[in-house]
């Protein structure tokens, strides 16, 4: 729990550093790959799924941002 804040203002830190389109895009590439590491690793298709539909969410949200410096690209 302490480490919140601290988790927070690295996030911060990053998004400053790039964009909150960024960071978002990272994230849903990091779904995609926990997709198919579950899917070849674990052959769980239901876990898969859901990573692959987190990933989906994030892609949606993306082209969802308000054009604004440090929210997209």
């Excluded at 988790?7 to 909150?20: A, P, Q």
């Amino acid at each position: 729990m302490g480490n919140e804040t601290e988790h927070e203002r690295t996030f911060e830190d990053i998004i400053d550093k790039t964009s909150l389109a960024y960071v978002l895009e990272r994230l849903a590439a990091v779904c995609h790959d926990k997709a198919d590491h579950v899917r070849s690793n674990w052959q769980d298709a239901g876990l898969a799924g859901a990573w692959e539909r987190a990933a989906t969410i994030l892609d949606k949200t993306i082209t969802r941002l308000p054009s604004y410096p440090m929210i997209d690209h």
